[in-house]
């Protein structure tokens, strides 16, 4: 999954999903992003902020967010370049809760590489991510639009809600699904929703248009959170870009355990209580998970959900202009969650 931006591939291998022809579709836009991105993570004073900066940003991630920005001012017909600039500050608050993210799960591995705070230290990790939460308001800034920077300040404000209100909900087994959405709609789709609204906001689009285009990133952003969330159990390395089985070993209360909670008898409550709540993990704990979560239809479940959160944002596009990029928006939301059909 990180091959989008490898030399070898054939150009018929490289458009295959939807994002790829998204990718395809804004190239020249998303080419001026990347350049804007390497801009402004330069430092004439700190060489370590572009080496820990260019660790992640060119691992090969796929630039969704940004290009959802892109893809919605262009939809509205946009024609200036203030989506470029927006699109690299989606970005740049992506990389940088990505930094503060794997310093707080003490995690190893992202995309595929080791993380930058294996790689250098805790320290560099916050203070890099710290800096580009800040040029990210400098992009902000630089629109002139002050609509867009309370969208993006909110959504900012809203991502480190989420992920503090995981802090104190993930190894709590009275975490319930209400809390569940609540805490990956702050720290995932709070970005992908302030994307796709930026991108209309700075196109001029009417307030329907603006609100089906926010309501589209909310619902697939959830839906990703949530194929994420299974993919933890059952999906390979390469797809998810850190190791399998990893929320369970940080202990992090996830839509299929909490539905597996729900129904679990008092054997297997007792087992959640031991490995999540108190952390007591041992040999063949993941794969004794794995069981339970099989027995009670767990991840069955979760997709049934991220299905209807793709269908939720499909009907928000309703609400937008007939366009091909409309289609491909359309396509991606199914992606998302084919991944682990």
Not at 71 to 100: C, S
Not at 237 to 244: E, L, M, R, S, Y
Not at 300 to 310: F, K
Request: with cysteine; glycine share 8%.
């Amino acid at each position: 999954m990180n091959g989008m931006d490898g030399a070898g591939e054939s150009a018929v291998q490289k458009i295959t999903t939807p994002q790829d022809r998204l990718t395809s579709v804004l190239a020249e836009d998303m080419a001026a992003v990347n350049r804007l991105i390497r801009q402004r993570m330069a430092s004439e004073h700190a060489p370590r902020i572009p080496e820990v900066t260019a660790h992640l940003v060119e691992a090969g991630g796929k630039r969704l967010r940004p290009l959802l920005t892109l893809a919605a001012a262009r939809l509205l017909g946009y024609a200036g370049d203030d989506h470029v600039k927006l699109a690299a500050t989606v970005e740049f608050i992506h990389t940088a809760t990505l930094l503060h993210d794997d310093v707080v799960d003490e995690s190893q591995r992202r995309r595929g590489r080791p993380t930058a705070n294996l790689l250098w230290d805790n320290k560099s990790s916050v203070l890099v991510g710290d800096y580009l939460f800040a040029r990210s308001f400098q992009l902000m800034v630089e629109t002139g639009s002050l609509r867009v920077l309370d969208i993006l300040a909110n959504a900012s404000a809203t991502i480190a809600e989420g992920e503090v209100l995981q802090l104190t909900a993930a190894q709590d087994l009275a975490t319930d699904e209400a809390v569940y959405l609540q805490v990956i709609r702050g720290k995932t789709a709070a970005l992908f929703a302030a994307a796709t609204e930026a991108g209309g906001v700075i196109a001029g689009g009417g307030e329907g248009e603006i609100k089906a285009l926010r309501d589209y990133g909310d619902a697939l952003g959830i839906a990703f959170q949530i194929v994420d969330d299974m993919l933890d159990y059952g999906g390979s390395d390469a797809v998810i870009g850190k190791n399998t089985g990893d929320d369970f070993r940080e202990r992090k209360l996830t839509l299929p355990l909490i539905k597996a909670v729900a129904k679990a008898s008092p054997e297997e409550r007792a087992f959640w209580v031991r490995v999540i709540e108190k952390g007591q993990q041992g040999e063949g704990d993941l794969a004794q998970a794995m069981v339970i979560l099989q027995r009670h239809d767990a991840i069955s479940a979760c997709r049934r959900d991220a299905l209807a959160w793709v269908a939720r944002a499909k009907s928000a596009l309703d609400n937008l202009p007939v366009h091909s990029l409309r289609e491909i928006l359309s396509e991606l939301a199914d992606f998302v969650v084919s991944r682990v059909s």
